[in-house]
T-cell receptor, first 110, second 117 residues
Framework: DAKTTQPNSMESNEEEPVHLPCNHS???????IHWYRQLPSQGPEYVIH???SNVNNRMASLAIAEDRKSSTLILHRATLRDAAVYYC???????????FGTGTRLTIIP | GAVVSQHPSRVICKSGTSVKIECRSL??????MFWYRQFPKQSLMLMAT?????????EQGVEKDKFLINHASLTLSTLTVTSAHPEDSSFYIC?????????????FGEGSRLTVL
């Protein structure tokens, strides 16, 4: 699977939107973009995933660049419970395994 | 609620003993489960793919005789750390999908923190 690049850490104020970037310049046409997050001392949890079009769900929105070489996870209104490490992962269709990178540690400032 | 559950959540053992960690899919059958290991301040590292009714597939560098995986039923996979040593102390996490194919959500257990004294 192609590699992703994320900032090591980000900070955001509570109740404000958060935009978490991810670069994946070597993405292939069949790579899905997945986002997971891991709260302290817990297993990761699914946030969202997409292929080409922007996606929305109850947790977040995923904005995918037209050339698919980058994407942005958007938390519309951050809460303290959103403090976690966010992982952007590319996964090729049919590949069951997920390979985690280093992720972005998001700190929410009250 | 949780759809993948691990037990125990924490375990402390003496060096040289073996420890078994269970991973259960609670409301679905999983022919495949994945085991990860995470050291402090680091990312998750995939250790192996557990296949129901057949041998596990281990990632490069993971000792299969050290980390025994058994997937005897469609809802249960176990990871046994044999002859544990302090360097095996880590956070072990299992995961599974409700449907095969790789594009769907991967559900993770709560993790099992192993401390070897």
């Amino acid at each position: 699977d192609a590699k992703t690049t994320q900032p090591n850490s980000m900070e955001s104020n509570e109740e404000e939107p958060v935009h978490l970037p991810c670069n994946h310049s070597t993405i292939s046409g069949t790579d899905y973009i997945h986002w997971y997050r891991q709260l302290p001392s817990q297993g990761p949890e699914y946030v969202i995933h997409g292929l080409t079009s922007n996606v929305n769900n109850r947790m977040a929105s995923l904005a995918i660049a037209e050339d698919r070489k980058s994407s942005t996870l958007i938390l519309h209104r951050a809460t303290l419970r959103d403090a976690a490490v966010y992982y952007c992962i590319l996964n090729n269709f049919g590949n069951e395994k997920l390979t985690f990178g280093t992720g972005t540690r998001l700190t929410i400032i009250p | 609620g949780a759809v993948v559950s691990q037990h125990p959540s924490r375990v402390i053992c003496k060096s040289g003993t073996s420890v078994k960690i269970e991973c259960r899919s609670l409301d679905f059958q999983a022919t495949t489960m994945f085991w990860y290991r995470q050291f402090p301040k680091q990312s998750l590292m995939l250790m192996a793919t557990s296949n129901e009714g057949s041998k596990a597939t281990y990632e490069q560098g993971v000792e299969k005789d050290k980390f025994l995986i058994n997937h005897a039923s469609l809802t249960l996979s176990t990871l046994t750390v044999t002859s544990a040593h302090p360097e095996d102390s880590s956070f072990y996490i299992c995961s599974a999908r409700k449907a095969p194919g790789g594009t769907g959500e991967l559900f993770f257990g709560e993790g099992s923190r192993l401390t070897v004294l």
